[in-house]
């Protein structure tokens, strides 16, 4: 199933607010997960104080299915939805020793 990455804006102050609410508690977590289905589920968010934005990683089969469960939700705006690849670094060592084997 590929991959995408939804980017939100995000104040400081709704990120620290929703950070000190434990998942299992926090209702715009449980609403969003109540949404999610086969075609697409959240997997993770980063949030960047800095930057005001939070980086979320989705599984799904296809950016529509991730917009459709987003305005279901209807709690966030999104800046963007794209289709990436994740390149971590034990993949890339394991590439790297089967070339210099």
């Known amino acids: 199933m590929p991959k995408f990455l939804v980017i939100h804006p995000v104040s400081r102050k709704m990120m620290e607010a929703n ?6 508690k926090n209702k715009l977590v449980i609403d ?3 949404h999610c289905s086969n075609d ?5 968010s980063i949030n960047v ?3 005001e934005k ?3 990683e ?6 529509e299915s991730i917009q459709k469960i987003l305005d279901a939700a209807d709690w966030m705006t999104t800046e963007g939805i794209y289709e990436m690849q994740i390149v ?4 890339f ?3 790297l020793e089967e070339i210099t084997v």
Do not use: G, Q, T, V
């Open 19 to 24: 950070l000190n609410i434990p998942p299992e």
């Open 32 to 34: 969003l997960r109540s």
């Open 40 to 44: 697409a589920y959240w997997i993770r």
């Open 49 to 51: 104080p800095e930057l």
């Open 54 to 56: 939070m980086f979320c």
């Open 58 to 63: 989705w599984n799904a089969k296809d950016a």
């Open 88 to 91: 971590d670094a034990e993949s």
């Open 93 to 95: 060592r394991e590439k």
